[in-house]
């Protein structure tokens, strides 16, 4: 780790104190190569710290008060600024970056909601229409196309009856729907979208 290797070996001046009934010592620390090293001032080991575990427990205040886990009473209380900014990099560097904000997170959960409603959007309406028109019987089918297309040609007038266009139209049928129940019907006055009328005729 780039940070890490930054501060290792720096040194400073601290307050330890194993327990809070016990008397305060002067020592010395270090970052060494995952842990931070307590030691007295003649240079014997007292106390390592795993770098990972280590807790702050007054955020942003002067001196720093660390602890070496939540659940420890042992404290170290630093006042130099260097190794408390040392120290503040390499936890930093080793927990990464804080997770989404409110706001982000509420998008990340959003997001894939919207998806849904869109998709259910788009697949109901079709999906309604296929299971009424199911419900209907075969012959009151027949009858409804019957009616909507006479109303339709009222409107638009005959369709096309053209023996060369009516071949044309029966291949580009097979060819759409070869397994057959559909049927092309060209009218003369375009409508504003094809309409699809329950006997299985589509009006273009």
Not at 21 to 49: C, F, K, M, Y
Not at 142 to 151: F, H, K, Q, S, Y
Not at 165 to 191: D, I, W, Y
Request: glycine share 8%; aromatic share 4%; hydrophobic share 45%.
């Amino acid at each position: 780790m780039t940070v890490l290797a930054k501060y290792q070996r720096l040194e400073a001046e601290a307050i330890w104190r194993p327990d809070p009934e016990d008397q305060r010592r002067d020592v010395i620390v270090s970052i060494g190569d995952a842990t931070l090293t307590i030691g007295a001032p003649n240079g014997t080991a007292i106390s390592h710290w795993s770098l990972p575990a280590i807790e702050r427990r007054n955020s942003g205040q002067r001196p720093a008060l660390y602890t070496p886990g939540a659940d420890t009473p042992e404290t170290l209380e630093i006042a130099d600024d260097e190794m408390i900014d040392a120290i503040e990099a390499v936890l930093k560097a080793i927990h990464g970056k804080p997770g989404p904000t409110g706001r982000l997170r509420a998008l990340l959960i959003a997001l894939p909601v919207l998806a849904v409603v869109l998709a259910a959007a788009m697949w109901l309406p079709g999906a309604i229409t296929r299971y009424t028109a199911s419900l209907v019987p075969e012959g009151s089918r027949a009858e409804i196309g019957t009616r909507l297309r006479d109303e339709v040609r009222r409107l638009t007038g005959a369709p096309c009856a053209d023996a060369s266009g009516l071949r044309a139209l029966e291949k580009l049928q097979t060819r759409l729907f070869p397994s057959g129940g559909t049927r092309l019907v060209v009218l003369p006055s375009a409508l504003a979208e094809t309409a699809h009328i329950p006997d299985g005729t589509i009006l273009i």
